[in-house]
T-cell receptor, first 112, second 113 residues
Framework: DSGVTQTPKHLITATGQRVTLRCSPRSGDLSVYWYQQSLDQGLQFLIHYYNGEERAKGNILERFSAQQFPDLHSELNLSSLELGDSALYFC???????????FGPGTRLTVL | GESVGLHLPTLSVQEGDNSIINCAYSNSASDYFIWYKQESGKGPQFIIDIRSNMDKRQGQRVTVLLNKTVKHLSLQIAATQPGDSAVYFCAENISGANSKLTFGKGITLSVRP
């Protein structure tokens, strides 16, 4: 158990809908990272937040957004969902900007 | 560009043998590398890391080797066990890139009993 929690574990929704994925980092970690994992693209970095502020962006679509709250938990919002958004979404956390990132169990999103 | 890749998609080894998983990276500016293990249904788990000022680093039953000349990274697992069966990813990071890790596609290690 990495200490990072993610909810929900599974999510099934329809195209055009909007969903919110939640992540709670390890106690004491200030950084939260979001990744998308699909069969054909592997693990893709989406976005990094540090202590409430956006630090780095990867290949995140404009339909996706994230935020980190004062209690350091983070939410990833996915809107106007498409079939191709079906994937595993992982959250990871680290203390400050340290490179060792601890991953949560992931949320499996299925868009029908 | 930022590109991390693995030479082989799958690796099958006999229990008790040593395993070697290879990874090539293309960005010579990368200065930090990590190996992650991902078991079915779980998130990636940190195994070992190495910085570019080192050639070798050892952990418990695992060793990472870095060859900066040919931009090659390898993970050696000694006395491979059934519990080592998983997908292994190498990842690279460039200092100043705010800990943005670039992951390779992954290689499946299958341990035969």
């Amino acid at each position: 158990d990495s200490g990072v929690t993610q909810t929900p574990k599974h999510l099934i929704t329809a195209t055009g809908q909007r969903v919110t994925l939640r992540c709670s980092p390890r106690s004491g970690d200030l950084s939260v990272y979001w990744y998308q994992q699909s069969l054909d693209q592997g693990l893709q970095f989406l976005i990094h937040y540090y202590n409430g502020e956006e630090r780095a962006k990867g290949n995140i679509l404009e339909r996706f957004s994230a935020q980190q709250f004062p209690d350091l938990h983070s939410e990833l919002n996915l809107s106007s969902l498409e079939l191709g958004d079906s994937a595993l979404y992982f959250c990871a956390s680290s203390y400050r900007d340290y490179n060792e990132q601890f991953f949560g169990p992931g949320t499996r999103l299925t868009v029908l | 560009g930022e590109s991390v890749g693995l030479h082989l998609p799958t690796l099958s080894v006999q229990e008790g043998d040593n395993s070697i998983i290879n990874c090539a990276y293309s960005n010579s500016a990368s200065d930090y590398f990590i190996w992650y293990k991902q078991e079915s249904g779980k998130g990636p788990q940190f195994i070992i890391d190495i910085r570019s000022n080192m050639d070798k680093r050892q952990g418990q039953r695992v060793t990472v080797l870095l060859n900066k000349t040919v931009k090659h990274l390898s993970l050696q697992i000694a006395a491979t066990q059934p519990g080592d069966s998983a997908v292994y990813f190498c990842a690279e990071n460039i200092s100043g890139a705010n800990s943005k890790l670039t992951f390779g596609k992954g290689i499946t290690l299958s341990v035969r009993p």
